[in-house]
């Protein structure tokens, strides 16, 4: 055999060893991206379509894949209810699961710059000053007995609505149960949207109840920007509700910043600092 096609050869064999391994590491890549990825179990338009059920739908993609994966035109979610999972998420590696700029433009315009739409240090500061008002000697001089308050006045209407046999709503009224306790043990004021006495809390209470709903339709809704932008539809009605919760909260939190310039009232958690 000469010269050039002794190279002839090698060149040849080299090509041929080149592909091999190609395509190897091509199946053995396909291979890993199998095992890796969790399995899709719809698509965003899924949740659009089940949104009247959407806690009860997600309730039985869960109870089918543990943790999976639902895709929408920008971006892929991943779900999960596997208890390792959410201990890994929540408490061994926390500080790399944020909540991200995505959640952050979602809830902002509700919720704002708190605790449940900001990262890093900003979430560590609220944590600071949330921890700091809700200590252990706080909850158990007064917001303890709130709570169990509620609790009995929410377990008497229920009482009632057996006895004579009425249908309840129990999520809109755990919601109402829980939105009194935060706003007597935060600012000390009756706002018994169970019962329905104060008209302005029992607005308060639709309004952010609405509202919790129109964000919570921002997940599955692709064009929430162009309606916000527009003023239209779902985000008009939005804006419209997070005007009475803005008002209402801000006049309660004016008027507690005054009640503590005059006085040394302790029926609340809200600090002077």
């Known amino acids: 055999m000469d010269f050039s096609n002794s ?32 399995p899709v179990a719809g698509t965003f338009v899924n949740q659009l379509l089940n949104f009247k059920r959407l806690h009860h739908y997600m309730t039985d993609l869960a109870a089918k894949y543990r943790t999976y994966r639902l895709l929408s035109p920008f971006r892929n979610e991943i779900y999960t209810s596997d208890p390792a ?8 590696n926390f500080n790399n699961y944020g909540k991200g700029e995505y959640n952050h433009s979602l809830l902002r ?9 900001v990262d890093g240090d900003k ?18 001089d007064f917001s303890s007995v709130v709570f169990r308050k509620n609790v009995a006045r929410l377990a008497n209407i229920v009482s009632e609505a057996a006895n004579s046999n009425e249908t309840m709503d129990m999520q809109d009224l755990f919601l109402k149960s829980t939105l009194d306790s ?8 009756e706002l ?11 607005e308060f209470a639709a309004a952010f109840d609405d509202s919790s709903a129109l964000t919570l339709y921002r ?10 932008y527009l003023n239209i539809g779902s985000e ?13 909260v801000y006049k309660l939190i004016h008027n507690k910043i005054e009640q503590l310039r005059d006085s040394k009232d302790d029926s609340a958690v809200v600090s002077k600092k």
């Open 192 to 202: 018994d949207s169970m019962c329905g006495s104060n008209e302005k809390g029992k």
């Open 182 to 189: 935060i706003f007597k043990v935060a600012f000390g004021v």
């Open 109 to 117: 315009d509700l919720l704002g710059e708190g605790i449940f739409t």
């Open 219 to 228: 997940y599955v809704d692709p064009f929430w920007k162009i309606k916000r």
């Open 7 to 38: 190279f002839t050869y090698t060149a040849l064999l080299l090509l041929i060893s080149l592909i091999s391994f190609k395509f190897l590491s091509a199946k053995l890549r396909q291979k890993q991206r199998k095992n890796k990825y969790h």
């Open 85 to 92: 999972n959410v201990e890994y998420i929540l408490k061994t």
């Open 123 to 140: 979430w560590r500061e609220q944590r600071k000053v949330s921890s700091y008002e809700f200590s252990t000697k706080v909850l158990r």
């Open 236 to 248: 008009a009605a939005l804006k419209r509700n997070i005007k009475v919760v803005d008002n209402f």
